[in-house]
């Protein structure tokens, strides 16, 4: 492990490392994450899209990488990437400001 | 349009294919083609019977698009004659090979286009031409569409992508807008249209360094896109990958792009491409009549194995047939992933 860092870009190509302990669990995980991702009702490339979104909103560099260069390989341009992530930001905006209105209610029952 | 030049104008180090060669052979690289052919279980490579003739009836083109393996521009002057084309026509004679491809450049370009079209319907092989669209809306070709119906062309177009950005960056400004007016006006005569059996298939090439996206699954998503934003309709979609030649070479070079681009190639590597590609199906024939496996090996001037004719005026297939195919390292772009040729993916 690096010293002075969390994030190593190299660390992304050994994700599979993740099931020496647990073999069983990571073969079951990756055999239901590449599921997920395979054309269904959502095409490969909108599964793609949305996933770019979500690592944007849960801010994992790990997964922008990846994602950055799988939703070109799945045919998306970058005006639509920019798009899915602003979607992500809107749903993370909006996730704030909607909790505004608990703020309103617990400041309306302490009020006079 | 072009805000790019050819290799050959510029006099690029890369003009010289024998330095495109050395350049990819010093890479250093998990394993060379032939090794990974053999180890799954696919060498000496050797054709099969031949199904296209490949005509690419030279350089010449009135696009300079960034990616291009062929080096083509509107400075090319390298293009096939009438008697070069008239020995294409004389193999096809003499030979049921059912599909003549035509390639360049821009192959509508060349004066005798319209001919050797012609010869080979009045054949009755099945024609298709690699068009760049743009190329439909220069001057003294605007009855393209009209002739390529008559004569129950195949078009096989190039767009990068159903919106503009990406088409753009790649192929030059305007070109989006030009090979939308294009394509209507193919759709106009019955192209893209399954009862008029006009066949438009549509070509998309990455327009980066990365893999080109799964073909299946992005048709469905071009058609409906074409179709919501231009009202446009086409056959089908061709997902082909870039091959680390000429301009496209260059500009991995340039964007630091080279090693691990072909490292992805390397180890995208899938063995179940071999049957399938191109090479052995498909005879490639020069501007100047030369004889090669393929585009991207003539593009090397990687000629047929030197037991085989190496001329269009030797044509002999039952020697061609005894051919080894010969590979290098560029290869690997056909068989990365899905696989890729000039009929798309693979698999």
């Keep these: ?112 | 349009m072009s805000r790019v030049l050819s290799l050959a104008s510029r006099d690029a180090p890369l003009a010289s294919t024998s330095a495109q060669r050395a350049l990819l052979a010093r890479l250093p690289l998990a394993r060379d083609f032939d090794r990974a052919a053999a180890a799954a279980g696919a060498w000496p490579l050797i054709p099969s019977a031949v199904t296209t003739l490949q005509i690419n009836v030279g350089k010449l083109c009135n696009q300079t698009c960034r990616h291009c393996h062929v080096d083509a521009g509107p400075d090319r002057r390298e293009i096939m004659s009438r008697e070069t084309m008239a020995l294409c026509v004389r193999a096809l004679a003499s030979t049921g090979i059912p599909a003549v491809d035509i390639t360049g450049g821009a192959p509508e370009l060349n004066p005798d286009f319209r001919w050797l079209v012609t010869e080979a319907t009045a054949l009755g092989r099945h024609v298709m031409d690699r068009c760049n669209l743009t190329v439909l809306l220069t001057a003294g070709q605007a009855d393209l569409p009209e002739f390529f119906a008559r004569h129950h062309v195949e078009v096989v177009a190039s767009l990068p992508h159903y919106r503009a950005a990406n088409t753009d960056t790649q192929r030059g400004d305007g070109v989006y807008e030009k090979s939308i007016a294009a394509l209507k006006r193919l759709n106009a005569v019955g192209y893209g249209d399954a009862r008029s059996g006009l066949r438009l298939v549509l070509v998309t090439n990455p327009v980066g360094a990365y893999l080109p996206p799964a073909q299946a699954s992005l048709e469905a998503d071009w058609k409906r896109e074409l179709l919501r934003l231009h009202g446009i309709t086409f056959d089908a979609l061709y997902c082909i990958t870039n091959m680390p030649i000429s301009r496209y070479l260059e500009w991995l070079v340039e964007s630091g792009h080279l090693e691990p681009y072909m490292e992805r190639l390397v180890s995208a590597f899938n063995p179940a491409t071999m049957a399938g590609l191109m090479c052995r199906t498909t005879l490639s024939v020069g501007w100047d009549g030369r004889l090669y496996d393929c585009d991207f090996n003539q593009m090397l001037d990687l000629e047929v194995d030197a037991g085989a004719p190496r001329h269009i005026r030797d044509f002999d297939p039952d020697r061609l047939a005894g051919r080894r195919i010969v590979v290098g390292r560029h290869c690997f772009g056909c068989t990365a992933g899905a696989g890729s040729g000039c009929g798309g993916s693979i698999k």
């Design chain 1, 1 to 112: 492990m690096a010293d002075d860092h969390y994030y190593d870009p190299g660390d992304l190509a050994r994700f599979s490392d993740i099931g020496r302990n647990a073999p069983d669990l990571a073969r079951k995980f990756f055999e239901w994450y590449n599921a997920v991702f395979a054309d269904g009702a959502l095409s490969a490339r909108e599964k793609s899209l949305i996933a770019l979104a979500v690592a944007h909103a849960v801010q994992c560099p790990y997964c922008i990488d990846a994602y950055s260069r799988d939703a070109l390989e799945k045919g998306s341009d970058l005006d639509q990437m920019t798009e899915a992530v602003h979607v992500a930001a809107a749903i993370r905006g909006g996730a704030t400001l909607v909790h505004g209105i608990q703020m309103r209610h617990h400041a309306t029952s302490l009020g006079m």
